[in-house]
């Protein structure tokens, strides 16, 4: 007799590896990345919210679940910085654009020497 794997524990292996992989550094491959996470994760919910309690205990494996947060954790940061990176960068820009401001008389005043 074979045992048919638990549907949860094959999506939870799936999301596992797909983590294991890393965030790419490649803006459109990041996208796709996440995506697929996301997918994945949405996969995994909708077959918890079908499963009862025995089924779920039953079939879940804490390692796994740990290994998963901490991997979605460590990207959540990595992407965290690089939205810190970006504002910073944009804020620069912004800064050295918009270098003279006008007042009332006519002359401008150096925004940035103030």
Known sequence: MTVMPNPLSLITKTLLTHLETGLPSEDDQRD????????????????????????????FLQDEEKQINEFLGTQRTEIKQDIQRF????????????????????????????
């Open 32 to 59: 796709a990345y996440i995506d697929q996470v996301m997918q994945l994760l949405n996969e995994r919910q909708q077959l918890i919210e079908h499963l009862s309690i025995d089924e779920i205990k039953s079939g």
């Open 87 to 114: 504002t910073k960068q944009k804020d620069g820009r912004h800064k050295y654009q918009r270098t003279y401001a006008s007042t009332q008389a006519g002359v401008f005043l150096d925004k940035t020497s103030t």
